[in-house]
């Protein structure tokens, strides 16, 4: 599989507290995604960075998350005001703008308490 | 209804039997890929299809855009195989953003 590395694997945060997980995508990708899984269910889609440039998200993470890639080698995902709605896995994955096949790393699990 | 239709939501099989997954698509589709999810939440890469049928070891998959469906066909089934099945799909309009099936939670038994 793709080395797309993703920190750190387990957080865990109060109610009210701020969450910041990162992604490093697979080198040469441009594309970054980020999906939410809650319980082991469909992914959900977050955002979408194209050469560090967010071009699609849904309004829960313009209300609440804070994304940015400033680099290539690091994006990050952050959630201003914790939720116990929240509590779920993170996925990051990332691909070749001309080949869109993707690649997952391995997750952040959130848990908020 | 829902653009991406997985069945069946669950599936127990015996060591050694084979089977199929079926993803159904509300649209015509660009590619899809299919996915295992360990216990842990890892989703690794099984398939990536813009178009026909791949085979990798006791795996196949089949992709009809023009149908709107796919197929993943597990043969000889294996306990490692256990494990949550997800087919995504890519809208012809997006760029490698996926929309994902509900999953198949696959059960193989000695």
């Known amino acids: 599989d793709a080395a797309v590395t993703q920190k750190p694997r387990y957080l865990i945060k109060m109610k009210g507290q701020e969450a910041e997980m990162k992604c490093i995508p697979e080198k040469g990708h441009t594309a970054v995604f980020w999906y939410q899984q809650k319980q082991s269910k469909e992914l959900k889609f977050l955002i979408y960075?194209?050469?560090?440039?967010?071009?699609?998200q849904i309004d829960m993470v313009k209300e609440r998350f804070s994304a940015v890639c400033p680099s290539s080698s690091l994006c990050s995902l952050g959630i201003r005001t914790c939720e116990a709605e929240d509590s779920a896995l993170y996925l990051c994955?990332?691909?070749?703008?001309?080949?869109?096949?993707?690649?997952f790393g391995k997750g952040t699990r959130l848990t908020v308490v | 209804g829902m653009p991406v239709e997985q069945n069946p939501p669950a599936l127990s099989l015996y060591e050694g039997a084979d089977s199929g997954l079926r993803c159904n698509f509300s649209?015509?589709?660009?590619?899809v890929q299919w996915f295992q999810q360990n216990h842990r939440g890892r989703l690794i890469t099984l398939f990536y299809?813009?178009?026909g049928t791949k085979e990798n070891g006791r795996l196949k998959s089949t992709f009809n855009s023009k149908e709107r469906y796919s197929t993943l066909h597990i043969k000889d089934a294996q306990l490692e195989d256990s494990g949550t099945y997800f087919c995504?799909?890519?809208?012809?309009?997006?760029?490698?953003?996926?929309?994902f099936g509900d999953g198949t939670v696959l059960t193989v038994k000695p």
């Open positions: 960075f194209q050469n560090q440039q967010p071009l699609d």
């Open positions: 994955s990332s691909s070749q703008e001309q080949n869109t096949e993707v690649f």
């Open positions: 299809l813009a178009q």
């Open positions: 995504a799909a890519e809208f012809y309009t997006n760029t490698g953003k996926l929309t």
């Open positions: 649209t015509t589709m660009k590619s």
